[in-house]
Every structure is written in structure tokens, then in C-alpha cells.
């Protein structure tokens, strides 16, 4: 039964996300509402960003339709205890609600990077507040259990840093949704695996939600052709979301789901390109002495971009990293130690890392041949076009 009202919930996601999205298209093109076009965006025409205001509604909606309707209606029991897990969902939609207002604001009119980061740490501190947090290593650096005094502020602190990952990699069309999509996809399944169905419920609707929006986003309506931009309404609120997935797989607690030896690797799993690729990029803005929030051109995305891939295929690119290393984990925390598979990945990161720096340099430099040498022929045209025009206005 519970599988039915999940499939039922993505499926009325999916119907919700494809009808609200072209209402809030038609709103954001009268209202004159686009994301700015600026030397770091990759997107060259007006665009409204607006397309995240749809999210938050559809899960909360339906989440609690289904509560409803499981205890309500059907008489069902609900397979948890409740004074366990309920106040980890009230709060969780909570801090949705708390992000879902500074997004919108951010996306009309703007809000300092100060007042978000606040909102965020606000929202993060939901988390322990519901009971909910990081309190086993599971092995990792030879550490098991952790106290609430060090597990609580690692909570909050993985809580802003996937926020802000998420966030940051919304920068091609189809990036942000289909990372979150692919990480609730997986965890949605491992959840119900654990028969943990109400983190399923809640990973799928957002599923749900994503895939007309991901056709939108990329492909854009049929016949006009036209896309939409999550904005930071919907990232920060998607960052939330697998945050809050994510946290819940990893936390060591029988009322969410049985004991396993690779819970905190696993759940963390599809969060590695993005964690890693800001980590990276902060770690060289620092060096370089530069501001860390700063914005700039050096994400993964926008290296690809520089290798001469199209847009396109630089997204389905990551989302290949992003699925690979997901199944590269799930399999390996059966067979090996979770501290050798933290290793790998890092190895892998830092060689896959490393070669796409020096295709990006041999690309470079070959545009920058091809430039000098066709600098004379550029100029000779532009000459030729002078003179023509000059003899036309002589004439």
C-alpha cells in the first residue's frame, strides 16, 4: 500500500510541477522577471528564474495530503513512532518555509549573501533542534559514535555546505535539477529498500517535481521554445532537501531505519562532485587572495565549457561523475572499509581533476593558436569591409 501512495505522489508531482510551471513562465514574462545577463553567465537571453517558486508548495502539499490520508483515511498504520520522526518532518518543512521566503526575495529584488547565510544556519539548526544529526561515524578516521557536542554543529555545518554546493552548481541548464534528481532518485530507492517510507514519500515527490522542470529548464516549452531558471528559491530549498535525505540516511537511529556499516558514505554519496567542486574552488579563490563568496568562473561546469564541450553534454557529463560515484560507493561499502572508499573517491576526484585541467590547457592554448593565426585574416577582412563601405559612401 505504501508503495502505491508513493508512486501515486510522484506521479501527482509531476502532474503539479507541468502545471504550475508554464503559469509562473507567463507571470515572470509580464512582470518582466529574468535572471540578469552578465560576463559570468553562461546564458545569453532573458530567461525568468522564478521556476523554484513551485517546489516547496508540491512537497509540502503532498506530503501532508498523504499523512492525512494515511492516518486519517485510511486507518493506516503509519510503521513509525512517531514522537521520533514527526517533528523531524514539521521542522523540515519548516525550514523549507524559512528558505523558501529568502530565495523568492533573493530572486526579486536581492538579499546579501549575509542575510542568507543566516537564514540557512537558522535552517539548519532545525535539524538537531527535531533530533536529527550526524552521531555515527560509522569507522570513518577510526571515530564510531560521535557526541551531541560535536555531532550537532557537523549537522549544521554539512547541512550550509550542501545548501550552498547545490546552489552553486546551478549554473547549466539541467546541472542543479539533476543532481538533486538523481540523489533523491537513489536515496528515495535505498530508503525504500530500509522500508523507511515516509523518507521516501518525501525523496520522490521531489523526483516528481524536478522532471518537468528539468524539461523546461533544457529543452523548453514546445513550439516557443522557451526555458525557465530555478533561481536561489529553488536551489537553496533542493540543497535542503537531499541535505535533509542525506542526514537522515547517515544518522545512526533504528526508528529511521535498520543498521548499516556504510550509512554515512552511502547517503553522501550523490553530494561528492558538488561538495568537493566547492571545496576546491574556495580553497583556490583563498590561495589566490581572493574573497571565497566572490563569484567567478571556475567550477566544474564551467571547465568543461572551457574543454570545448557544448552545454549540454558538459551536464550529462557531471551527471555521469554524480552516478558513477554513487554506484561506485553502494558497492563498494559491502566489500571494503568505509575509509578506503572515502580514499578512492578522493583519489579519483583528485585524477579525474587533474586530467580535465590539462585537456582545458591543451584547449586553450590550441584557441589560442588558431586566434593568432587567424588574427591577419580578420584583420584583412575587416579592411576590405572599410573600404567597401567607403566607396559606397564616396558613391
Known sequence: MYTLIIITCFLLAMLLSRGMLPVIMLVTYKKRLFDPINTRKVHQHITPRLGGVAFVPIQCFLFVIALVFVVKIANMDIQVESWALLSHFM?????????????????????SYKWKFAAQVV??????????????????????????????PLTMFMVVLIINAINLIDGLDGLCSGVVGMGCLVLGSLFIYYSAWWHALFAFITVGLLIPFFYFNVFGATGRHRRIFMGDTGSMTLGYSIAFLAVSFAMNNIYIKSFSDGAIVVAFSTLIIPVLD???????????????????????????????????????????????FCLFNILMVDLISNNIVIACDLLLWVGLHYAFEKIEQRHVEKQNVEARLTAPIQVYLRERKEKHREVLHTR
Open 91 to 111: 521542522l523540515l518543512l519548516c525550514g523549507l518555509g524559512i528558505l523558501f521566503m529568502v530565495g523568492i526575495a533573493d530572486d526579486l529584488i536581492g538579499v
Open 278 to 324: 566547492v571545496a576546491r574552488v574556495m580553497f583556490v579563490r583563498w590561495r589566490k587572495g581572493k574573497p571565497v563568496f566572490k563569484p567567478d568562473r571556475n567550477h566544474l561546469h564551467h571547465k568543461f565549457l572551457r574543454m570545448g564541450m557544448s552545454h549540454r553534454i558538459a551536464m550529462l557529463s557531471i551527471l555521469g561523475l554524480v552516478l558513477f
Open 123 to 152: 535552517a539548519a539548526a532545525f535539524f538537531p533542534l527535531s533530533g536529527l544529526w550526524i552521531n555515527d561515524l560509522y569507522g570513518v578516521g577510526l571515530i564510531v559514535s560521535l557526541p551531541a557536542w560535536a555531532g550537532i
